[in-house]
Nanobody, 125 residues
């Protein structure tokens, strides 16, 4: 069984920073990309950022571009998400995920095969 575990969430004031980490355990696996999604109360899960291992290309949702940075280690199937200049609207449960195949677009949550349980990020006004 593949396990993805997020950590680093918490409560911060607007304008501050957090760094989320996602570690992989369980059976070994390879992936085409890994990414971060988030889900706020009453909303659908939305794409935040992703990294494609081959070449290291990164992708970001417009809402976080310039504030968030994704990085990772392909050998560990792990990713971090550095979140700066946090806003109250960033409040959500953040999930990391692994995309096994090249198919579909990078932001499509249904293209990801493995998911963590999520970590809560709360940004106060």
């Amino acid at each position: 069984q593949v396990q993805l575990v997020e950590s680093g969430g918490g409560l911060v004031q607007a304008g501050n920073s957090l760094r989320l980490s996602c570690a992989t355990s369980g059976r070994p696996f390879s992936s085409y990309a890994m990414g971060w999604f988030r889900q706020a109360p009453g909303k659908e899960r939305e794409f935040v950022a992703a990294i494609i291992w081959s070449g290291g290309s990164t992708y970001y949702a417009d809402s976080v571009k310039g504030r968030f940075t994704i990085s990772g280690d392909i050998l560990k199937n792990s990713v971090d998400l550095q979140m700066n200049s946090l806003k109250p609207e960033d409040t959500a449960v953040y999930y990391c995920a692994a995309k096994k195949f090249l198919s579909s677009v990078i932001s499509d949550r249904y293209a990801y095969s493995y998911w963590g349980q999520g970590t809560q990020v709360t940004v106060s006004s």
